[in-house]
């Protein structure tokens, strides 16, 4: 399995970003998926995980009302649209893939993670 993430950039204080999530060699659809985040000098943080079959999100309490996840099980791709970003909300983004139907926000719970695309929000 591998996971590509892509859509980081800079933007200013309140804009908007997509970051996209390409999974392959493996069938989407059994695998729940998750975004975390690292700023410089922090730990890695959840930031959103849905379910195998989509819908509700689950977030952590900082991103919650801004931040959306989806999927696409047609085109194995996982997205979250960031929205209202802040400069605290600058790090590198991960999405990680768990073979479970049910996401978690632990990161010990993830199989399989993306490179990183990096988010910087300026004030």
């Known amino acids: 399995v591998q996971l590509q993430a892509s859509g980081g950039g800079l933007v200013q204080e309140g804009g908007s970003l997509r970051l996209s999530c390409v999974f392959s060699?493996?069938?989407?659809?059994?695998?729940?998926v998750a975004w975390f985040r690292q700023a410089p000098g922090k730990e890695r943080d959840f930031v959103a995980a849905?379910?195998?079959?989509?819908?509700?999100?689950n977030y952590a309490e900082s991103v919650k009302g801004r931040f959306t996840i989806s999927r696409d099980n047609a085109k194995n791709t996982a997205y979250l649209q960031m929205n209202s970003l802040r400069p605290e909300d600058t790090a590198v983004y991960y999405c990680?893939?768990?073979?479970?139907?049910?996401?978690?926000?632990?990161?010990?719970?993830?199989?399989?993670w993306g490179q990183g695309t990096l988010v910087t929000v300026s004030s």
């Open positions: 849905i379910k195998y079959s989509g819908g509700y999100g």
């Open positions: 990680a893939a768990r073979s479970s139907s049910w996401p978690r926000r632990a990161l010990d719970e993830y199989d399989y």
């Open positions: 060699g493996g069938t989407f659809r059994r695998y729940s």
